[in-house]
């Protein structure tokens, strides 16, 4: 059973420092890992994508990838309220399907 | 990325009826797929739309209960049948395979069964 492993939070993170999410998967052979983030009571939308070890970045989002250790994470620097949502990880499987984590919650605190 | 247009956004049922849900892509798209989201919970896959085939389910979900529908590479339906209130939830149709691996997601549509 392939599974994507994420603390359900919440994560709570004063505005302005850096959140911090985490997320393991159990398919040594995944190739593709993608975050989304889900605001309460719309659909999931894709933030970050990333394919090869080692880190993406993207303006205050940045992706980690580390295939040995089959570990992904995502900070989020200069956190706003804004970015309080839940945050999927989700890996490819095959034939265009994705594995799902439960999501984390994150809480941004004026 | 794509212009996914779900509908209806939001529908209130009675118990014992049937809705069907409609996904439609800007774009031909490979792969289509229909997600379930319960409240505070993640994705679950329902099924995968083949494009003139019959779709393929996950575990738990059958096609008596769950009929869909592709008839192109641009649309699909999900119906919900018989419906209880167990099947209060957010549906969610999703698309794969435009640029990359990665999914988009139509609006969604949130199903209250009294």
């Known amino acids: 059973q392939k599974e994507v492993e994420q603390n359900s939070g919440p994560l709570s993170v004063p505005e302005g420092a850096i959140a911090s999410l985490n997320c393991t998967y159990s398919d040594r052979g995944s190739q593709s890992f993608f975050w989304y983030r889900q605001y309460s009571g719309k659909s999931p939308e894709l933030i970050m994508s990333i394919y090869s070890n080692g880190d993406k970045e993207d303006g205050r989002f940045t992706a980690q990838l580390n295939k040995a250790s089959q570990y992904v994470s995502l900070l989020i620097r200069d956190s706003q309220p804004s970015d309080s949502a839940t945050y999927l990880c989700?890996?490819?499987?095959?034939?265009?399907?994705?594995?799902w984590g439960a999501g984390t919650k994150l809480i941004i605190k004026p | 990325s794509a212009v996914i247009s779900q509908k209806p956004s939001r529908d209130i049922c009675q118990r014992g009826t049937s809705l069907t849900i409609q996904c439609q892509v800007d774009?031909?798209?490979?792969?289509m797929f229909w997600y379930r989201q319960q409240p505070g919970q993640s994705l679950t896959l329902i099924a995968t739309?083949?494009?003139?085939?019959?779709?393929?389910?996950e575990s738990g979900f059958v096609i008596d209960k769950f009929p869909i529908s592709r008839p192109n590479l641009t649309f699909s339906t999900l119906t919900v049948s018989n419906m209880s209130p167990e099947d209060s939830s957010i549906y969610l149709c999703?698309?794969?395979?435009?640029?990359?691996?990665?999914?988009?997601f139509g609006q969604g549509t949130r199903l209250t069964v009294v």
């Open positions: 739309a083949n494009q003139g085939s019959e779709a393929t389910y």
């Open positions: 774009s031909q798209v490979t792969m």
């Open positions: 989700a890996v490819n499987e095959d034939n265009y399907q994705l594995i």
């Open positions: 999703s698309v794969g395979g435009i640029t990359d691996t990665e999914a988009f």
